[in-house]
């Protein structure tokens, strides 16, 4: 066994690391949500990882996401996570697209993957990919920060979720995020992706949870 994983086993199955070997994931948005994501499932062992933004790094970026440093102010998103990623394993499988996800585009973007790890910041987008995931068949793990607080639900085929609590004619302004919700929201959306990619159980299909880190609390939401 690679040393490398040597301390995943036991909470995942020797069977199971192998399998993660082989599981390719689409990352929809590399800002607070999705460099934490990304470095989680690398660090897991997947084999492939895809990313999509079309933005650089600014220093409104540095209170918040891992990826974003002084010296990388205005370089690409996507290109700064893919030398991130390969300095932690040179030999990841690694595409990077500095693009918006459009109604062109995302069908042939998202193709192909096992799971797509919505990490956004606009309704628009969130609900076109949970729409173009159920047309190809993918489940989508959502994640969202504000202040204090974060949400995760998991969303598969022809649940579509998003849009029972999303209105598609509304876009939120820039909410306020603070530097470890988008780590605490991340490590769940890694954690259910992970669940589902093993085929395990109790992940959070229609079911919405909720972190209150103001006032410590959790809650599970039901959405069926």
């Known amino acids: 066994?690679?040393?490398?994983?040597?301390?995943?086993?036991?909470?995942?199955?020797?069977?199971?690391?192998?399998?993660?070997?082989?599981k390719?994931?689409?990352i929809a948005g590399c800002g607070g949500l999705g460099c934490y994501v990304a470095e989680f499932l690398v660090r897991l062992g997947l084999g492939h990882i895809s990313i999509i933004d079309s933005d650089v790094f600014t220093a409104s970026n540095l209170n918040r996401q891992l990826f974003s440093l002084e010296t990388n102010l205005g370089k690409s998103k996507t290109r700064e996570a893919k030398k991130r990623l390969l300095e932690i394993r040179p030999d990841l499988s690694i595409d990077t697209h500095d693009l918006y996800l459009n109604d062109?585009?995302?069908?042939?973007?998202?193709r192909g993957h096992d799971i797509i790890i919505d990490a956004?910041?606009?309704?628009?987008?969130?609900?076109?990919?949970?729409?173009t995931a159920s047309d190809l068949g993918i489940p989508l793990v959502h994640g969202a920060v504000e202040g204090w607080n974060a949400q995760v639900t998991v969303v598969y085929p022809g649940d579509f979720s998003l849009s029972k609590f999303y209105p598609p004619d509304r876009e939120f302004e820039r909410p306020s995020?603070?530097?470890?919700?988008?780590?605490?929201?991340?490590?769940?959306?890694?954690?259910?992706?992970?669940?589902?990619?093993?085929?395990?159980?109790?992940?959070l299909r229609r079911?919405?949870?909720?972190?209150?880190?103001?006032?410590?609390?959790?809650?599970?939401?039901d959405l069926a």
């Open 1 to 22: 066994m690679n040393e490398r994983y040597e301390r995943n086993i036991g909470a995942i199955s020797q069977a199971e690391q192998e399998l993660l070997a082989g």
């Open 24 to 26: 390719r994931v689409f």
């Open 104 to 110: 062109e585009n995302s069908a042939s973007l998202l």
């Open 120 to 131: 956004l910041d606009n309704i628009k987008t969130r609900l076109l990919i949970e729409k």
């Open 177 to 203: 995020v603070l530097s470890f919700s988008p780590a605490l929201c991340a490590s769940i959306q890694a954690a259910e992706a992970l669940k589902v990619l093993l085929d395990r159980e109790n992940f």
């Open 207 to 221: 079911k919405l949870l909720t972190a209150d880190l103001v006032n410590n609390s959790f809650e599970i939401i």
